[in-house]
């Protein structure tokens, strides 16, 4: 069985994440995007498996509310429930942190993502039209995190 350590980002996962970024959603300057994420990040955690980086999750802080920045698992370790260990620990530290809500945009296409949100209690809350530069729409979805807000 692998071994898995979720841990926050550190400098030398850059690489890792460039590829893993890259590879996930086909991005013209992965290296732009793992900038975004560091500036704007309150939340940057990767998977290791024996010291290197396999898969990510970032958010940042929007008020009282987090949302999901960027999400992938490098594609041969998909399926072994990486991407549910990284999301559970993010809704973990958004919950202690006394966030009010987790919110994120998928793809309609992207049925393997949705399902995995749906079973940590994301749920659909909108539909963005023509969302993404290709004119594909995203739902909205949410996660609740406390009761009345
Ligand atoms: C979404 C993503 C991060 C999930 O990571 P993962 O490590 O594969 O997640 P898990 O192993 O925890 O699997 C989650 C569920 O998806 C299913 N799944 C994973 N890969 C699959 C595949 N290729 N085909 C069908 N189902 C798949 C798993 O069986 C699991 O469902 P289950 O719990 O009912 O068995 C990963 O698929 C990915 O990187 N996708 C590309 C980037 C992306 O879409 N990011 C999200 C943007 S909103």
Known sequence: MISVVIREYCVRDFRDVLEIDAE??????????????LAYS?????????????GYIVTMDMGVDSK???????????GKGIGSMLLKEVIKRCKNKGKHRILLEVRVSNVVAQKLYKKNGFKTIEILPKYYNDGEDAYLMELRLVDNF
Do not use: Q, T
Request: a positive charge; glycine letters at 6%.
């Open 68 to 78: 999901i920045m960027s999400f992938a698992v490098k594609k041969e370790f998909r």
């Open 24 to 37: 996930a959603f086909n991005s013209r300057n992965p290296a732009y995007d793992v900038y975004i994420y």
């Open 42 to 54: 309150s939340n940057f955690l990767v998977a290791d498996i024996g010291g290197k980086a396999v």
